[in-house]
């Protein structure tokens, strides 16, 4: 007996769905990166609605293209905090945190971030924690290749001159094994 | 490099490396349950809000186009080359142009109409301009936007050439015979789906000789910044997108544009992935070599709290270069979860250096889009608008004004051969105060039985009288909508017409479309 073809429905929500399990990990690690602990869920799960409803318009949905609608309701959930919670958001941050060394667990760095421009911030997050090439960050705050390059040296140097990093950071930073 | 050392460290500083805690199918289930309880809502007002730069009948016809053109595909594949003379011939007059007689009013397919999804401008009964867009060939492969004119009422056309500025994002706006513009957009290739990829641009292409030789300018239509940098820094190179042009003379037009802003939009059932829209006023007096613009103001609703979402679209008419009226839907952020709306008239006497603006009453809620509103003078204007609740029991009625837009009736004809059916309209053209034309058609049965626009007769509506009473006007029987109707002084109207879909496939949204002519 001849299999029946999938519907074009059935069809679409299979394809979405390996869509979603391809992505879920990345797009979970890039929300609970910019908003509060409580809300990831409630983001990640935002944002893949949405890119259900419009899968099927795009020629080549990909992680760009789903970060860019997870940037639209990280920006939205984030307005919605209050002060009180953005104040919160720094330490909620913290629970996350991975231990880099014995005497490093980062707070510092990211409370340098914090003094930077909010897009200077989303730069360096974008391909230091992210970790996105240069031409997916392109798709996703639509800029050039170029630009991305240049407005990410720029935010760099902003950051090097906001830091205040304790010695010890830099030695286990150029010596692993030095205390 | 100190640079490289700085980035290890924020690259170290990373809050977040593990794996999510929660179990994927869990997630998984989440997101479906949440998906199908939004589709309803979907249908009714996010599509809309969604897509209000263009005309939501326009969004139609485009998905009617591509399932149609599927459809074509797949039967030929199953019958082979051998039936495509007819299916080239059924798209043909699927999207062609009917012509009526100023005498009897009737309609009637016009001998050799383009293909595609026309928009036409008719500054004489025999002269007319025509967009064809989304057409296609005979093998069911999409055709670039052309632009058309006729100069003896539409028996025949010939292909326009026009610089290769862009395509046609505007109708033609044609204030005498041979005095034309019209507004392009060219998107970089392979650009994203968005429509505001960036590197987008935009001109305007005008005419003095009947479209003979055409000159171009580029124009900038910025988005609103300003309020969100984290919004911002996805806004840069980023430009808004023509919705309206109409022209006075060779050198003064006035336009109307959606550009993204950063205003994040409030979530309507969780939902939110661009920020709003808003609409902004744009008037050359040069020829479109430069511009001034104005963002319409956020809104307060109408008990004086903020409007989350003013003007992501607005509809422009003006009866001379300096009285233009203006309709606009705002969603409010307060009342049952943004899911009410009202219609806020917009009116400026200098030409739309400053606007003034007032609530249309009940029981409008919305306005619908492209051709849909115009003033023939400066006292009488008609509006085809969204009224009752949301989905699934709106309608759609005819909002007129005969004193500048301080009070406002509205009409609602009915036909007499479908007393169950409601009216969707798609297009006003008035050749005077009193003399109008609508084109739409009859949802058999009504919503939400009819939603999917499964049982639809095209119709066209006229009134001598000012919109006191009004006649529908014949159309083939085979027509299911009326998309647009374009009249001019002597009363002789073009309008534009497709077949219904297939009562066998009542929804865009899965599978064959075919053309009623197929079978």
Known sequence: MANIPASPDETLSSDFETFFRENYSSIWRYVARRTLQSKVDDVVSASFIVAWE???????????????????????????????????????????????GEDFDGSSVRSAMATLGESDQEILRLVLWDELPREDIALVLGLSNNAVNVRYHRALQKFERSIVVPRHVYRVKEDPNAK | MPNDRFSDLIRHANPVTQEPPRLMDDAWSDIVAAQGRAHPTFDGERRRTRLTWTHPRRVFAVAAAVLLIAGVSTVMSVRGPSNSPSLSSSITRAFGVVNA???????????????GFNLVTCPTSQVCYLESQFAFDSAGNPLPTTAYKTVDGGTSWTAMSMPAAGTPNTSFSCPTVSVCSIGVVKSPSGSPGSPFAVGTVQSILSTTDGGATWTSHVVSINPVTGIDSALDSTLVNVQGQWTHLQCFSSTSCIAT??????????????VDDVGVYRAVIMRTDDGGATWTSSVLPWSMNLDESPGWS????????????????????????VVNNGQTANVLVWRSNDGGVTWLSSWAPA??????????????TTLQCYAAVTTGVRWPSRTEQIMMTMD????????SPSTSTSPSAINNYNSISCTSGSTCWVAGELLNGGEPANTHFNNTQASIWSSSDSGTTWTSVLLPAQLGFALEVACNSVASCLAV?????????????GGEILSNQEG
């Open chain 1, 54 to 100: 419009k899968y099927s318009t795009v020629d080549n949905p990909s992680l760009p293209w789903l970060i860019r609608i997870a940037s639209f309701e990280v920006a939205n959930a984030r307005r919605k905090q209050s002060r009180e919670h953005e104040r919160a958001f720094s330490a909620v941050l913290e629970e996350f945190a991975a231990p880099f």
């Open chain 2, 101 to 115: 007689g100023a005498s009897t009013g009737d309609f009637s397919l016009t001998p050799a109409s383009p293909s």
């Open chain 2, 257 to 270: 544009a959606s550009v993204p802003s950063d205003q994040p939009q409030d979530p309507v059932n969780g």
């Open chain 2, 310 to 333: 003013n003007s992501q679209d607005v509809e422009l008419s003006c009866s001379t270069a300096s009285v233009c009226v203006g309709v606009t839907t705002v969603v409010h952020s």
């Open chain 2, 363 to 376: 029981p409008a809620i919305g306005i619908l889009g492209r051709s849909t509103l115009t003033c023939p």
């Open chain 2, 404 to 411: 500048g837009g301080v009070s406002w009736t509205f009409e």
């Open chain 2, 497 to 509: 017409a497709v077949p219904p879909l297939d009562n066998r496939h009542p929804s865009f949204s």
